[in-house]
């Protein structure tokens, strides 16, 4: 290690603050990467800040948010048991990161964005949710607006039965037993 004060250049037989990260983690047995998040995390919480009975990954998840040492003396109310506590998805949630479970709509249709990035994986989800009868037929306009948008470049699509309406040129009618196949 380097000594004290001085000069900033290291000395041949001196190591930097990374050096000596990597010589502990081998000491350790965990990676370089995870001692040096542990050190940065340590260094956004000093002692007398960090909440006891709270996890390391919320102090991990909060340490970078502008308001962390009012922030994580304000639990929010856990769902399921009633009681304000923290956890990792609790705190990603309040600082506006991707939950692991998502729980509001909005997040629940991110999360599915997300899985069908894949031109297949979206293909194969669109068709088994189009196969769900009762869903697909819910929100009629919304399907429509879906399915002429994705789906009929150009044209128009009408979902459902529509009395004394006809189909024109470049349309397409699809009814209820389209969507049983």
């Known amino acids: 290690m380097r000594s004290r004060g001085g000069d900033v250049s290291l000395g041949e037989d001196e190591l930097g603050v990374e050096g000596a990260l990597r010589i502990f983690a081998e000491e350790i047995g965990l990676s370089f990467h995870t001692v040096r998040a542990y050190r940065w995390v340590a260094a956004r919480w000093p ?19 502008p308001d962390a040492f009012e922030r994580i003396k304000d639990p929010p109310v856990n769902e399921r048991t009633g009681r304000r506590q923290w956890s990792g998805d609790a705190a990603n949630w309040v600082t506006g990161w991707a939950t692991a479970t998502p729980v509001t709509v909005q997040e629940k249709v991110e999360s599915i964005r997300g899985l069908t990035v ?30 002429a948008l994705h789906f009929m470049p150009g044209g128009r699509v009408q979902v459902g039965d529509s009395p004394g309406r006809a189909v024109s040129p470049g349309e397409t009618r699809l009814g209820a037993d389209e969507f049983a196949q």
Not at 47 to 65: C, K, N, P, T
């Open 47 to 65: 002692a007398d800040r960090r909440q006891e009975g709270v996890s390391f990954e919320v102090h991990r998840i909060l340490a970078s948010a």
């Open 118 to 147: 894949d031109e297949t994986v979206a293909v194969q989800g669109a068709c088994e949710l189009l196969q769900r009868l009762e869903v697909a037929m819910r929100d009629r306009q919304a399907l429509t607006a879906f399915l």
